[in-house]
């Protein structure tokens, strides 16, 4: 995905500078950047990435409508640009917080109804959350998707 493709970019540019003023990269200090571009890097780019993904669904996309849409019609397109935003940004956030609390609540900001003591293992992303209520206490397993359209 990008955000593997940035944060390996970052990692190699971060040991060529490191490299280049002198550091020794060696055992520890080595370990220590590899753990400082995953631990604290990655999550901060995966959330930059879901704000930013937000903000253009909620502004520019907009909510979408329940109903029939014809094709090529603007609310088609803003259904298919809203599922490549929802792929690309909830994908790498989920895959970190799979089962979670944190996850849902993701899912709320981007409009879906989620209840309380939902638990999400499934790794298919919600592409259309404000079409979607999940009641109390459902557990949606790994196997489980859930889509709201179809085209044809």
């Not at 803003?78 to 935003?85: A, N």
């Not at 993701?106 to 293992?121: D, E, K, N, P, T």
């Amino acid at each position: 995905s990008t955000l593997t493709s940035l944060l390996s970019f970052l990692e190699t540019m971060l040991l060529k500078v490191l490299h280049h003023v002198g550091v020794p990269l060696t055992g520890c200090s080595l370990f220590l950047v590899v753990a400082l571009l995953n631990f604290v890097f990655a999550p901060a780019l995966i959330l930059v990435d879901l704000l930013v993904g937000l903000v253009i669904k909620r502004f520019f996309i907009g909510k979408l409508a329940e109903g029939s849409h014809s094709t090529f019609s603007p609310a088609y397109f803003r259904w298919l640009y809203s599922q490549k935003i929802m792929e690309s940004v909830v994908k790498a956030f989920q895959n970190y917080f799979i089962g979670t609390s944190a996850l849902n609540a993701v899912y709320r900001l981007f409009g879906a109804q989620i209840g309380r003591g939902v638990v999400i293992y499934t790794k298919e992303v919600f592409k259309e959350p404000e079409l979607i209520t999940v009641e109390d206490g459902v557990l949606l397993d790994e196997e489980c998707k859930i889509t709201c359209s179809s085209v044809g």
